[in-house]
């Protein structure tokens, strides 16, 4: 009999794996959709620090997802990990927890235990900071963090720094030491040889794969959780396999988890109803409270001289924390991320970006089913930019962008200025094959050569029109591009989140156990009850940590039976 039968091998998955098969006594299964990633298996693309092609790469994705970003953007492929390590073997690498109020805001929404100090401690023990120490810093954890070298950040990103420092942003040393305002050189987790490390690889080591009592199967999509009664007793396959568990942990992520719950019989009882679903619990939470970092760009042709002599490194190299003052939000609701290089190609390597997102959002969207078939894509609405301080904040950002590129500091380091965003046609134009490579070949030669006509280059075919200087000029243009252009920033979160009983659109109580029914957890960043100021990576993993050591101590405290 399986102990743990954990759903997903993501980032959550793969850290629950290696701490619960730590006792030596319970046996601990986890399945995953997508293929293995191990340290001897990484391909070069994963192992790369320059992640450029790994989220390009439909092996590693969800193939046949979508998402609706906003209110006035059609459904576009929304890349999601379907592999060993999830977003954390081919996300961009970044290292960050947001703010300490973040934390604290999950505590006042219900998820009681998650403040800052009880959360704190964990951040610690998951890290290895090869750059800081001190009270805010681990020096042991499977996780290594660095930040870039000086020598190895591009001019550009080293003009936008001192850009920034001039205009009251100034330059600080930690992104993960005390919440303030202002640019750093980004936290990423790179081994010491410099190379991706996913929980696959860091948590998953070839020692914790050699336990007898841990089995990973990968390949393996979920269709649903198997119940006698309200008991979660195991998991059905979409190959048609039966797994029998004592405990089920779903680590599927904040899209796939919603919709293994609801296939499940857990979740709006009338959407269930209206699929012809048992329904196990009623919890109208489910797939609900829906979050994203929405996002926009500024970017800009570079000169050869600005452009980064190592095309290998990592490209976000740096970034720049600032707060809107909007009312009702929160000090450093922006980020911008300070690109040396737009994309992995050659036309991507001759333009810099700043790629904005709204640190703190307030927009909410839901997941629903459009079938009981494990087989069938969730419906996936953001609902980007309902909250009209998100739309106000990315015009803002647009600005910022503007004025940062446009500084006479930054004359020598950039030439054209355009608006920009992760759209389909730019993620369409990204994609490898000898079409889209002759194609983008062509035209970084003609903008190579273009000199005075490079502007009329760009406005032709990257912008297809739109200028920086319409859309400052025009807040109903700037109002269209946003509304429009929208992206996200491949952070999902908040659709089974923690919270009392009572709250009917709380799916789990604060040790990600689910309302309603037994043995049945949830693990992953679906329980955030508010999206943090960060990148998700690090606060899921995080979560994982922190739920493996509620899953044991409950365990132990357990009466033995005599």
Same mark, same amino acid.
């Given at each position: 009999?399986?102990?743990?039968?954990?759903l997903g091998?993501?980032?959550?998955g793969?850290?629950?794996?290696?701490?619960l098969?730590?006792?030596?006594?319970?046996r601990v299964?986890?399945?995953?959709?997508?293929?293995?990633?191990?340290?001897?298996?990484?391909?070069?693309?994963?192992? %790369?620090?320059?992640?450029?092609?790994?989220?390009?790469?439909?092996?590693?994705?969800?193939q046949?997802?979508?998402?609706?970003?906003?209110?006035?953007?059609p459904?576009?492929?929304?890349?999601?990990?379907?592999?060993?390590?999830?977003?954390?073997?081919?996300?961009?690498?970044?290292?960050?927890?947001?703010?300490?109020?973040?934390?604290?805001?999950?505590?006042?929404?219900g998820?009681?235990?998650?403040?800052?100090?009880s959360?704190?401690?964990?951040?610690?023990?998951?890290?290895?900071?090869?750059?800081?120490?001190g009270?805010?810093?681990?020096?042991s954890?499977?996780?290594?963090?660095?930040?870039?070298?000086?020598?190895?950040?591009?001019?550009?990103?080293?003009?936008?720094?001192?850009?920034?420092?001039?205009?009251?942003?100034?330059n600080?040393?930690?992104?993960?030491?005390?919440?303030?305002?202002?640019?750093y050189v980004?936290?990423?987790?790179?081994?010491?040889?410099?190379e991706?490390?996913?929980?696959?690889?860091?948590?998953?080591?070839?020692?914790?794969?050699?336990?007898?009592?841990?089995?990973?199967?990968v390949?393996?999509?979920?269709?649903?959780?198997v119940?006698?009664?309200?008991?979660?007793?195991?998991?059905?396959?979409?190959?048609?396999?039966?797994?029998?568990?004592?405990?089920?942990?779903?680590?599927?992520?904040?899209?796939?988890?919603?919709a293994?719950?609801?296939?499940?019989?857990?979740?709006p009882?009338?959407?269930?109803?209206?699929?012809?679903?048992?329904?196990?619990?009623?919890?109208?939470?489910?797939?609900?409270?829906?979050?994203?970092?929405p996002?926009?760009?500024?970017?800009a042709?570079?000169?050869?001289?600005?452009?980064?002599?190592f095309?290998?490194?990592?490209?976000?190299?740096?970034?720049?924390?600032f707060? %809107?003052?909007?009312?009702?939000?929160?000090?450093?609701?922006m980020?911008?991320a300070?690109?040396?290089?737009s994309g992995?190609?050659?036309?991507?390597?001759r333009?810099g970006?700043?790629?904005?997102?709204?640190?703190?959002?307030y %927009?909410?969207?839901r997941?629903?089913?459009?079938?009981?078939?494990?087989?069938?894509?969730?419906?996936?609405?953001?609902?980007?930019?309902?909250?009209?301080?998100?739309?106000?904040?990315?015009?803002?950002?647009?600005?910022?962008?503007?004025?940062?590129?446009?500084?006479?500091s930054?004359?020598?380091?950039?030439?054209t200025?355009?608006?920009?965003?992760?759209?389909?046609?730019v993620?369409?134009?990204?994609?490898?094959?000898?079409?889209?490579?002759?194609?983008r070949?062509a035209?970084?030669?003609?903008?190579?050569m273009?000199?005075?006509?490079?502007?009329?280059?760009?406005?032709?075919?990257?912008?297809?029109?739109?200028?920086?200087?319409?859309?400052?000029?025009?807040?109903?243009?700037?109002?269209?591009?946003?509304?429009?252009?929208?992206?996200?920033?491949?952070h999902?979160?908040?659709?089974?989140?923690?919270?009392?009983?009572?709250?009917?659109?709380?799916?789990?109580? %604060?040790?990600?156990?689910?309302?309603?029914?037994?043995?049945l957890?949830v693990?992953d960043?679906?329980?955030?009850?508010?999206?943090?100021?960060?990148n998700?990576?690090?606060?899921?993993?995080?979560?994982?940590?922190?739920?493996?050591?509620m899953?044991?101590?409950?365990?132990?405290?357990r009466?033995?039976?005599?």
């Amino acid at each position: 009999m399986i102990d743990y039968l954990i759903l997903g091998g993501g980032s959550a998955g793969c850290v629950l794996a290696a701490r619960l098969s730590e006792d030596a006594d319970k046996r601990v299964v986890l399945v995953e959709a997508g293929r293995d990633i191990s340290h001897a298996t990484m391909p070069d693309a994963v192992r %790369s620090r320059y992640p450029g092609r790994a989220y390009l790469d439909t092996n590693n994705l969800w193939q046949r997802l979508s998402a609706r970003m906003g209110r006035a953007t059609p459904p576009r492929r929304y890349e999601q990990a379907r592999i060993l390590g999830g977003g954390s073997a081919i996300n961009a690498l970044m290292a960050n927890r947001g703010a300490p109020a973040d934390y604290d805001e999950w505590e006042a929404l219900g998820a009681h235990g998650w403040n800052w100090a009880s959360c704190l401690p964990t951040f610690r023990k998951l890290e290895t900071d090869a750059d800081f120490a001190g009270a805010l810093h681990g020096a042991s954890g499977p996780v290594r963090i660095q930040r870039t070298l000086p020598h190895r950040l591009s001019p550009f990103v080293r003009a936008v720094l001192g850009t920034l420092d001039r205009t009251g942003h100034p330059n600080r040393d930690d992104q993960n030491g005390p919440w303030e305002d202002g640019s750093y050189v980004g936290a990423i987790a790179v081994s010491a040889q410099g190379e991706r490390i996913p929980t696959s690889v860091c948590y998953l080591t070839d020692a914790v794969r050699r336990r007898p009592n841990l089995s990973i199967e990968v390949h393996a999509e979920v269709d649903r959780i198997v119940f006698d009664g309200t008991r979660a007793t195991g998991a059905l396959l979409v190959s048609g396999q039966r797994l029998q568990a004592r405990q089920v942990i779903v680590c599927a992520g904040a899209i796939h988890s919603p919709a293994i719950l609801m296939r499940s019989g857990i979740g709006p009882a009338k959407d269930l109803a209206a699929l012809g679903i048992d329904v196990i619990a009623d919890r109208p939470g489910v797939g609900g409270n829906l979050m994203e970092h929405p996002s926009i760009a500024v970017s800009a042709f570079l000169p050869k001289a600005a452009r980064t002599p190592f095309p290998d490194e990592h490209h976000e190299q740096a970034i720049v924390r600032f707060s %809107s003052h909007i009312p009702n939000t929160v000090p450093g609701d922006m980020h911008g991320a300070i690109l040396s290089r737009s994309g992995w190609h050659s036309l991507g390597y001759r333009l810099g970006t700043i790629f904005f997102w709204v640190n703190k959002s307030y %927009s909410r969207g839901r997941v629903t089913l459009v079938s009981r078939n494990g087989g069938d894509a969730p419906k996936v609405e953001f609902n980007m930019l309902a909250d009209a301080r998100d739309l106000e904040r990315l015009k803002l950002a647009v600005r910022f962008g503007a004025a940062t590129l446009g500084h006479p500091s930054m004359t020598c380091s950039v030439d054209t200025r355009f608006p920009s965003s992760y759209s389909p046609r730019v993620a369409k134009v990204a994609l490898p094959g000898a079409w889209n490579a002759l194609q983008r070949g062509a035209l970084s030669l003609l903008l190579d050569m273009a000199g005075p006509w490079r502007s009329v280059l760009i406005g032709r075919f990257v912008t297809q029109g739109l200028s920086l200087e319409t859309l400052l000029a025009d807040d109903r243009a700037l109002t269209s591009f946003v509304t429009h252009a929208v992206g996200g920033t491949w952070h999902p979160s908040g659709t089974c989140r923690m919270g009392a009983t009572g709250d009917p659109q709380a799916v789990t109580d %604060s040790s990600g156990q689910v309302h309603g029914v037994q043995n049945l957890r949830v693990c992953d960043a679906s329980l955030m009850p508010a999206i943090p100021c960060a990148n998700t990576n690090i606060p899921t993993i995080m979560i994982a940590e922190r739920i493996a050591d509620m899953i044991r101590s409950a365990r132990e405290a357990r009466p033995q039976a005599s």
